[in-house]
């Protein structure tokens, strides 16, 4: 069983900075790839950024520059750090972890961008 929590998530004035935290727990040693989507209201959820095992990077054009996806080896931990949040990056932001074919997700957590 494997369980994927996020934390960080809260409301920030325009221009301002948060880190996300997702930890994930269970039976896989080491997840292939882990990332982050979001999901603003009446919209499909979209990737954000993800982090292989290698430490391969992907992002979304919409945040590339302003946010940055990071892990450590040791662990199933990845943090997304977010600068220069704009108030089209409100949205519930869900942690993804994918192994041998299936994924895991978390419950979300909101990042409001509003002053």
């Known amino acids: 069983q494997v369980h994927v929590v996020e934390s960080g998530g809260g409301l920030v004035q325009p221009g301002g900075s948060l880190r996300l935290s997702c930890a994930a727990s269970g039976s896989i040693f080491r997840f292939s790839t882990m990332g982050w989507y979001r999901q603003a209201p009446g919209k499909q959820r979209e990737l954000v950024a993800t982090i292989t095992s290698g430490f391969s990077t992907n992002y979304a054009a919409s945040v590339k520059g302003r946010f940055t996806i990071s892990k450590y080896n040791t662990n199933n931990t990845v943090y997304l750090q977010m600068n220069s949040l704009k108030p089209e990056d409100t949205a519930v932001y869900y942690c993804?972890?994918?192994?041998?074919?299936?994924?895991?997700w978390g419950q979300g957590t909101q990042v409001t961008v509003s002053s």
């Open positions: 993804n972890a994918r192994f041998s074919g299936a994924e895991y």
